[in-house]
Each structure stands twice: as C-alpha cells, then as structure tokens.
T-cell receptor, first 112, second 111 residues
Framework: EAGVAQSPRYKIIEKRQSVAFWCNPI?????LYWYQQILGQGPKLLIQ????????DSQLPKDRFSAERLKGVDSTLKIQPAKLEDSAVYLC??????????FGPGTRLTVT | AQRVTQPEKLLSVFKGAPVELKCNYS??????LFWYVQYSRQRLQLLLR??SRESIKGFTADLNKGETSFHLKKPFAQEEDSAMYYC?????????????FGQGTILTVHP
C-alpha cells in the first residue's frame, strides 16, 4: 500500500510570509495528525482529525496556524504569517486503528 | 499532563554488544507506550508497542509501571540498528491517539 504523502518536501520563506503544507493519508485511515518537530526535539502534536472533524487542536497556535481536512481525506496545514520560530519539520501521520501511526516524510520549513 | 523523558541524547556501542535505550514517563493513568525509529533518510516508523509484547528486529521493551519506565533492549546490537529512537506515550481516554514523544536517542553501533 502507498504510504502517507506530503508536499512540498522543503520550503524556504521569509518571516511574515504564508505557507501551506499538504498531506494525503493512507487510504482508509480515518485519523490524521499533524506534528511539528523542532530540531533536537521529538515531534509535538499540533492537531488531530477524525474523518473531517477536529479531535484535538489544543497545541495549535491558532492565531497563525490553521488546518483543514476536507471530505475526510487530504489535509492542509497553513501558517500565516510565519515567524522564525516556526522553522521545523512538519510531519503528517495517519492511523486506522490503535496499532500505531504511519508517518509521512515530512516538510522541512525554514523561515528566514 | 504526561511527559516522556529519554535521558540519553547519544548512545554508542560496538557491534555485538548489548544495548539499552532508556525511557521514563510520568502519567497517573494506564498509558500505552511505543517505540518509534527513524533510520537515516527514512521516515519515522513504529518499532514496537508494549501491548503487543513482541520482539521486532531483536528489540524488546517491557513496561515497568512501578518505575514508570519502558526501556528498549537488544542483546546483540548490529550496525543496521544505528538510528534515532523515540519513545512515545498515548494517554488513552479522551486523549486516545495523541502521542507524546520523548526527545529521542541517537544510537550509533560501531563495527
């Protein structure tokens, strides 16, 4: 089966610009997650979707970050405006059951 | 709130030596614990979960609720085990599926 797909793989923007990331989960996976991984740290959950509804977005900086999952499949994560501290790898993951999460390759964002 | 601590940022062993990657957690309930691994130039992937009580690639991990630990062990390390390892906790309940990760341990196995 195809794995979780993410694009772009790399993005460099200037602070105060906007950026969007796209994720396509494994077919049939109802739950989708976005994580932020800052260099030297473990991934931190930003938002969790169950189908197209938000389950948990308690750690999403809602003043600048937004995410949506239309039709319960693909998802986009947007940052507007970006700050220097947003430089990180953004990981998307999906899961079908309680067995575990499947991760995408990530998008490396550099904010200058 | 739950917390996962991996005290060693770097761990080096020689091929054939035993290896233990430490993971401690703080959570008052009954969590589900996982080990994830990221090999060079590959995506993060699940290695094993405590509920399965399985051995994957020679690795095992036992949940010790008394010591709140979930250390990952392998009796004879191989060069291909060199990778970044993350311990993660799922608190369950209303937080089901929400993983809290440790900071990771870079394991290097020397020939």
């Amino acid at each position: 089966e195809a794995g979780v797909a993410q694009s772009p793989r790399y993005k460099i923007i200037e602070k105060r610009q906007s950026v969007a990331f796209w994720c396509n989960p494994i077919s049939g996976h109802a739950t989708l997650y976005w994580y932020q991984q800052i260099l030297g740290q473990g991934p931190k959950l930003l938002i969790q979707f169950q189908n197209n509804g938000v389950v948990d977005d308690s750690q999403l900086p809602k003043d600048r970050f937004s995410a949506e999952r239309l039709k319960g499949v693909d998802s986009t994560l947007k940052i507007q405006p970006a700050k220097l501290e947003d430089s990180a790898v953004y990981l998307c993951a999906s899961s079908l059951s309680s067995y575990g999460q499947y991760f995408g390759p990530g998008t490396r964002l550099t904010v200058t | 709130a739950q917390r996962v601590t991996q005290p060693e940022k770097l761990l080096s062993v020689f091929k054939g030596a035993p290896v233990e990657l430490k993971c401690n957690y703080s959570y008052s309930g009954s969590p589900e614990l996982f080990w994830y691994v990221q090999y060079s130039r590959q995506r993060l992937q699940l290695l094993l979960r405590h509920i399965s009580r399985e051995s994957i690639k020679g690795f095992t991990a036992d949940l010790n609720k008394g010591e709140t630990s979930f250390h990952l062990k392998k009796p004879f390390a191989q060069e291909e085990d060199s990778a970044m390892y993350y311990c993660a906790l799922d608190a369950g309940g209303t937080s089901y599926g929400k993983l809290t990760f440790g900071q990771g341990t870079i394991l290097t196995v020397h020939p």
